[in-house]
């Protein structure tokens, strides 16, 4: 990729990524640079990113970072902004880290409205450990623990941001966005900042993201699976915006 091409934000020397080839985080991550730049935030930002394929993602952007056990940077990034009100907090994590073993974390911060930003990555899979069954997997969708395919035994695919559009007050700010939109993602980033440093509170934007490695498909089946049959299922748009 060209210098030119990169979000001033990018720490320029951690290019080009260590992403796998193909992966949907990728772009979320080049979208989310957009952001920033757009917004001239960099230098009031604070970036928690989880374990997983978000780790890959540290040392991407020229802000402050924080790195978190998995699951946990929710939390962290609530005491952060506690101790620091100014700053403008936004957390990164997978499917894993937040409906999984982070869900508490997830389901109490939105309740409370904590004024920070939520990233979350959905490639229905765990995909830095190999590609084992994740809450986000399909029904039907084979994975390295459910190898005939996800069964009702393993209960059915969550839905994140419909939850919290549950659980949440009216000035939370909750979206469902893909990696392959790149207009309509970051104008979504945007808003999710937007409702932190307007001091709505609570925002949240998932993002379908593609998997290659693990779905073993090749580019077009990747980018037809995310957007034909992902969507299906976790349908693209924002559930609630106060700001409409």
């Known amino acids: 990729m060209p210098e030119t091409a990169l979000p001033k934000s990018w720490n320029k020397e951690s290019k080009p990524h260590k992403f796998c080839p193909g992966c949907g985080q990728a772009l979320a991550l080049k979208i989310l640079g957009a952001a ?86 959905n490639n229905a899979n765990y995909a830095m450990t190999g590609g084992q069954l994740a809450p986000t997997t399909l029904m039907g969708q ?50 999710a900042i937007n409702n932190q440093i307007e001091g709505r509170g609570f925002s949240f934007v998932e993002v379908i993201a593609m998997c290659p490695v693990n779905w073993h498909t090749n580019a077009q089946e990747s980018l037809d699976f995310s957007e034909k049959e992902m969507t299906k299922i976790y349908p693209i748009g924002e559930i609630k915006c106060p700001q409409k």
């Open 36 to 121: 920033i730049d757009e917004l001239q935030i960099q230098e009031k930002m604070i970036y928690a990113t989880d374990i997983g394929c978000s780790l890959l993602s540290w040392s991407m952007f020229d802000v402050d970072t924080i790195q978190t056990h998995h699951g946990r940077t929710l939390p962290l990034s609530v005491g952060f902004k506690k101790a620091k009100p100014e700053a403008i907090v936004l957390s990164f994590t997978g499917d894993g880290g937040g409906y999984a073993i982070g869900a508490q974390h997830l389901l109490n911060t939105a309740m409370r409205n904590d004024p920070i930003t939520v990233i979350l990555i």
């Open 142 to 191: 084979k994975t390295t623990t459910a190898p005939g395919g996800r069964g009702v035994v393993q209960g059915k695919p969550f839905k994140g941001p419909e939850m919290l559009a549950q659980i949440t007050n009216e000035d939370a700010y909750i979206a469902r966005g893909i990696s392959s939109n790149y207009k309509q993602l970051l104008e979504m980033y945007k808003k």
